[in-house]
């Protein structure tokens, strides 16, 4: 690191000795100062970032889980309905809503705009809320076969009107609930431990 | 997955600190206070900036319609069929939300057993190849496909008018539909000639097959019926069937001493698969195959057996064995052992010859099968149902002179590519130059296709309709099992499109023209089904079978012998070398530009990255040759320049060298090695030339070997020997160790590898490449020591350098109870799980290395390199999305394929049971063709891999270090000749070792 060396030594060569007084006292504590307030600041900030509980970005339509999961109590499984053969969960195709809406509430300019999607065989892009790091593979089959409640990790979502992050998706999060799995399973389950090694989510 | 920022403040931030750097290159003049502080605002910006950004998630975009069976996330396999040469193969595509990432054996196909070959577990890869056609084109320009192919169709029309004659140059034509394609263009237009010709089928060896039986007849050798085999220069093991090699393993598991084995003689020149699995294995020089065969048939026939009928004893006569025993080196003692064996066995024994064998050693070998009774038997004759290949290359060669002198009107490339294939090139290039109307269909914008003004781009077979016979009475359809990738057609497609747009009126695509002759042909034979469940059962099945139609074995032509004898009296051997040219890794060239199969150690000499010369140890000291000294091979008036290779076990005065290599277009293919077609000039396909003479150019390489030192050293990592000698018992002590016990869980994963029919083909490392996305990483890396194979096959060689003992042994991390890697992560990466698995954890890695280090098997990989990010779209979508891309600085290693072993514990989960033994299947145990590699659970006493790991041919390497390793190697059984006493007894075992 030559230039650093003389970066610094030039920085002090060209400054008299009150001047590194003055420094010491007043610039430095004032850089420290900012820097500190930098990391704080960003940090705060970025909590929902790095945590991403809140996470609720707006969606292509209008859709309310609130109404439909929960005062319609329409399954989560009729719409995601990959849950128990795969990995993912799954978002349902258009077809899905239009099983009800061919009938309901076709006035709707979100209804119509699905049916324009659906006649034209095109998907409808939702925006993705939870998501994972690229070497993290999580399987929602054991969790469901388990009798864990879709609530467990993704917050009592029949209640909102649009969707958030409520946990966070950390490991001590994942690993929390591995090591004491009874606060999330059905008091019947004989489960006494998850897996805690590392080839259960990485590999 | 991916994040993208949408701050659009941080590019400029960025910029701006690229310019004050850009500022700051000299650093001649001090740095002022104030410029010190821009550059740290700058960063403090740029910090936050990219700190601050907003999570976007990207976007989740579910099907558009409701699937039927396949849901994100879910893998769904595909019944197909793969074609090469003249064989086909039903497989099993696995398919990941509509992409092809792995393949394997159709478990239906009642041959296959659920194997897939070599090649087309590694040409999923060529699917995705960046380089491949993405247009139709004409003059190198996109083009439309319909106007491609109505400028041929005017050119084809243009050329009838004139009356003169049309060529179509495919390959073999295997599928039923595709030679109905073919029969109707021709019929409708007579001056189309179609010539089919295979760039690596032996035209000696075809021209054998018609002597030998009066026309041309489909053999397949039944080695699980043949209790002594005796190849001639043959490899059966390598690249092949799968199922030859499984039958062949059917009589290599002895369970107790004494149990019937088969026994496998090789007389050979070169060392192959077959020779390192030998049980008896005779160096020969090739040349006197012919004769040593036809010495063997009089011998047979003075022992009594009957000469089949119309071959006289006196046709036989110049071939005496004691004679040819003394001119080829051999012990005449060996050569009666072999001869009382073959009487012992008769039926059950079968004769092979290698394809490059002349003529006169392929009517020899028929000879001997027939007078065996091996025909029919251990030797399945049947007549070709689909005429598979016409041409030769002299034929080939009639057809480019014709053209050369103007006579054609249009020739049509179709997956064929001479301008590589064909020994001359000059010719080729002029003479499709002279043709008026030029086209070729082709998957790469290959040597031949640069010659033709209009170029098809044609599908991957992956994304094409077709289907095939195998065998009289077995039919397999092949189905598209993703969308087309780029603008492309089937092949066939342009054969419709020419037949519609000259005013014949056949179906517009070939999928309906498939299902238009599936109806109309195949459909009849079970009509009590509608045709549209017939159809969806057949597409689900991949495989449909009919009442085979009566086999007849067709007699053996007396007539051939007298013409062997004579050519085997003339052909003596010459001056100088004989080359063996002889099949490759990448076939006939067009598995060049597939990284997985340049980077695949050949099975023998453990090279990458092109072909070499291989010597004998004597001739290259003759010639003060090293490894890596690049020759000049000269046949006649053409030379090919390529480095050599010392392989031990050759005989002297022979070298090798491969097909398929020195391509010119393609990014990972030209350039890389030689083209050994350019010395075929006589006759196609693999072949043996004489005279030939190696020049040293004073140049010199250095190799990229996977495996640079081969030599066992006395040293007892591979157990071989007879029965006896492998399950002596040995006083080895359990070896103490100060870790503490494993934990106990319910299962402790475990593998056994069986060493006695392992045959080294490598068809797992292929398997293990596509399934863990293990990248490619170029020969100079290869030369520094770092292939990244999780699976690799080491060779080792004991004895003496004429006539080594050939060990094999495939080694994979060993997942040790008392791992050394372990201990030394400063940073727990990697750790043991309590299934007994030893886990890598990616994320955690910070690449010290300590973990390889420390690793006393080698098997631990470290990323040097960024081997993903270069890689160019379509390649990343190959990848098998339940695998971690591993970037740079992360060490890797074999995981037993953990992903399976997580996939069957949660359908076991759902299903509310346990796994049961044989619910995972690691990729190299379900490529292994002879089923050599077993996983299981080793806490199950019932399941398979815990009675193969009790078995008293088992045994651990380097288990004198107390590592515990999961891995049970099952020792080689060899079965030689009782009369057999001078071959070396030089195994060791555990507390006797000696040097190392």
């Known amino acids: ?203 | 997955m991916k994040r993208e920022a949408d701050d659009s403040s941080r590019p400029v931030v960025a910029h701006d600190l690229v310019a004050s750097y850009a500022g700051l290159d000299a650093l001649n003049d001090p740095l002022s206070r104030r410029r010190f502080l821009t550059l740290l605002g700058a960063s403090a910006a740029l910090a936050a900036g990219g700190a601050c950004s907003r999570i976007d998630r990207g976007g989740i975009l579910p099907a558009a319609r409701k699937l039927r069976s396949s849901a994100p996330g879910v893998v769904s396999h595909y019944a197909s069929t793969f074609h090469e040469g003249l064989e086909s193969y039903a497989v099993l595509v696995k398919t990941r939300e509509g992409r092809p990432i792995h393949l394997q054996g159709n478990d239906l196909d009642p041959r296959g057993q659920g194997k897939a070959p070599l090649h087309a577990i590694a040409d999923v890869l060529r699917l995705y190849d960046p380089d491949r056609l993405r247009h139709s084109l004409i003059d190198g320009r996109p083009a439309p496909w319909q106007e491609v192919l109505g400028n041929l169709a005017r050119g084809v029309a243009d050329a009838r008018l004139s009356g003169r004659p049309i060529v179509l140059v495919t390959g073999a034509v295997l599928s039923p539909t595709r030679r109905t394609l073919i029969e109707e263009l021709t019929r409708a237009f007579p001056t189309v000639e179609h010539v089919a010709w295979e760039p690596t089928v032996s035209d000696e060896e075809q021209a054998a097959i018609r002597a030998c039986y009066g026309s041309a007849v489909r053999m397949r050798p039944r080695l699980d019926k043949a209790r002594v085999l005796v190849c001639l220069e043959a490899d059966p093991l390598r690249n092949g069937t799968p199922a030859v090699a499984a039958d062949f393993a059917s009589r290599r598991r002895p369970k107790a001493a004494g149990d019937p084995m088969n026994r496998l003689w090789v007389l050979e020149g070169a060392l192959s698969l077959a020779g390192a699995k030998a049980d008896n294995r005779l160096s020969l020089k090739p040349s006197l195959a012919a004769r040593l065969a036809l010495a063997l048939a009089r011998a047979l026939s003075e022992r009594g057996l009957p000469l089949p009928a119309g071959v006289s004893r006196e046709a036989l006569a110049p071939f005496e064995l004691p004679a040819i025993a003394r001119e080829a080196g051999l012990p005449l003692a060996k050569l009666n052992a072999l001869l009382t064996d073959l009487l012992a066995a008769r039926e059950a024994a079968l004769v092979l010859v290698g394809p490059g064998l002349p003529f006169a050693a392929h009517v020899a070998g028929h000879l001997l099968n027939a007078m065996l009774g091996a025909s029919g038997h251990a030797l399945e004759i049947a007549p070709a149902a689909t005429p598979t290949r016409s041409a030769s290359l002299a034929d080939l060669r009639a057809v480019l002179e014709r053209m050369r002198a103007g006579s054609v009107g249009a020739a049509v490339f179709w997956g064929v590519n001479p301008a590589h294939a064909f020994p001359d090139e000059t010719l080729v290039r002029a003479a499709i130059e002279r043709t008026p109307v030029r086209a070729a269909i082709a998957l790469h914008p290959d040597e031949t296709a640069a010659l033709c003004p209009l170029v098809f781009a044609e599908h991957h077979w992956l994304e094409a309709w077709g289907d095939a016979e195998p065998w009289p009475g077995l039919l397999t359809l092949q189905q598209p099992t993703v969308e087309p990738l780029f603008d492309t057609r089937a092949g066939e497609d342009v054969l419709l499109g020419l037949l519609n747009h000259l005013g014949v009126s056949v179906a517009p695509t070939y999928s309906e023209y498939l299902r238009q002759r599936w109806r109309r042909e195949v459909h009849t034979a079970s009509a009590l089904v509608p045709f549209e469940r017939f159809w969806q059962a057949s597409l689900h099945d991949g495989i449909v079978k009919r009442a085979a139609p009566p086999s007849t074995t067709p007699p053996f032509q007396a007539a051939a012998v007298a013409d062997a004898t004579s050519a085997a009296i003339r052909d003596q051997p010459g001056q100088g070398f004989e080359l063996l040219v002889v099949e490759g890794l990448l076939h006939d060239g067009r598995y060049a530009n597939n990284g997985w199969l340049q980077e695949l150690p050949d099975p023998v000499t453990k090279l990458t990255w092109g072909n070499v010369v291989t010597l004998s140890p004597s001739d290259a000291r003759r010639l003060s040759l090293a490894d890596g000294a690049i020759v000049r091979v000269q046949v006649g008036q053409v030379a090919v320049t390529a480095p050599v290779f010392i392989q031990l076990g050759q005989a002297p005065d022979v070298a090798t060298l491969a097909l398929g290599h020195g391509r010119q277009t393609g990014n990972v293919a030209s350039g890389v090695g030689a083209n050994a077609f350019r010395l075929l000039q006589r006759s196609g396909g693999p072949a043996l030339l004489g005279g030939v003479s190696l020049t040293p150019t004073g140049a010199s390489i250095v190799l990229p070997s996977a495996q640079p030192y081969q030599l066992a050293e006395g040293r007892d990592m591979v157990h071989s020997g007879t029965y006896a000698e492998v399950t002596r018992p040995t006083a080895s002590q359990p070896v103490e160790s100060l870790d503490p016990p494993t934990p106990q869980a319910a299962h402790k994963w475990g593998m056994a590898i069986d060493l006695s029919v392992c045959t080294g083909c490598s068809a797992c490392v292929v398997a293990c490449q596509s399934e863990n996305n293990i990248p490619v990483v170029g020969p100079e890396q290869v030369r520094r020591g770092r292939a990244m194979h999780w699976m690799r096959i080491d060779r080792y060689y004991d004895g003496g350098a004429d006539a080594p003992r050939v060990l094999t042994q495939p080694m994979l991390c060993q997942q040790c109870d008392h791992a050394p890697c372990e201990t030394v992560c400063p940073v727990n990466a990697t750790s043991h799980s309590p299934e007994g698995l030893n886990q890598m954890t990616y994320n955690r890695c910070v690449g010290t290395r300590y973990c390889a280090n420390n690793c006393p098997y080698k098997v631990r990989r470290f990323n040097f390199l960024d081997f993903t990010s270069t890689k160019k779209a379509p390649e990343t979508l190959v990848f098998n999305p339940e695998v971690t891309v591993r970037p740079r600085g992360v060490m890797e290693k074999c995981s037993f394929c953990v992903q399976r072993i997580e996939e069957a514990r949660a359908e076991a989960k759902v299903e509310q049971r346990s796994i049961r033994d044989g619910d995972i299947t690691p990729a190299c145990a379900a490529s292994c063709p002879t089923e050599a590699i077993v996983f299981g659970d080793l806490n199950d006493p019932k399941s398979r891999v815990s009675q193969l790991a009790a078995d008293a041919r088992g045994y651990r390497v380097l288990a004198e270090l107390g590592t515990r390793p999961a891995v049970t190697y099952l020792a080689e059984v060899k079965n030689p000749s009782s009369g057999d006493n001078e071959r070396p007894v030089t195994v060791t075992r555990p507390g006797e070792r000696h040097g190392g």
């Open chain 1, 1 to 203: 690191m030559p230039n650093v060396g003389r970066l610094m030594a030039g920085l002090l060569e060209g400054l008299a000795p009150h001047t590194l007084d003055h420094f010491t006292r007043f610039w430095l504590p004032i850089g420290a100062g900012a820097v500190a307030a930098t990391v704080v600041i960003v940090g705060w900030n970025t909590q929902t970032d790095r945590f991403a509980r809140g996470y609720a970005p707006d969606q292509p339509i209008p859709f309310s889980h609130r109404l439909h999961a929960g005062a319609l109590k329409v399954p989560c499984e009729y719409c995601h309905s990959g849950v128990r053969r795969s990995r993912q969960a799954g978002v349902p195709p258009v077809d899905t809503c239009m099983n009800c809406h061919r009938v309901t509430k076709t006035d709707q300019p979100a209804i119509q705009r699905l049916a324009f999607l659906q006649s034209h065989g095109e998907p409808l892009v939702w925006k993705r809320i939870h998501a994972l790091p690229d070497h993290v593979f999580f399987d929602h089959r054991p969790h469901v076969a388990a009798g864990i409640a879709c609530q467990t990790c993704h917050g009592e979502v029949q209640t909102m009107d649009v969707v958030s992050q409520q946990m966070s998706m950390r490991m001590a999060n994942c690993l929390g609930c591995h090591r004491d799995p009874h606060p999330a399973l059905p008091p019947t389950s004989t489960i006494q431990r998850a897996p805690e090694n590392c080839n259960t989510c990485h590999r």
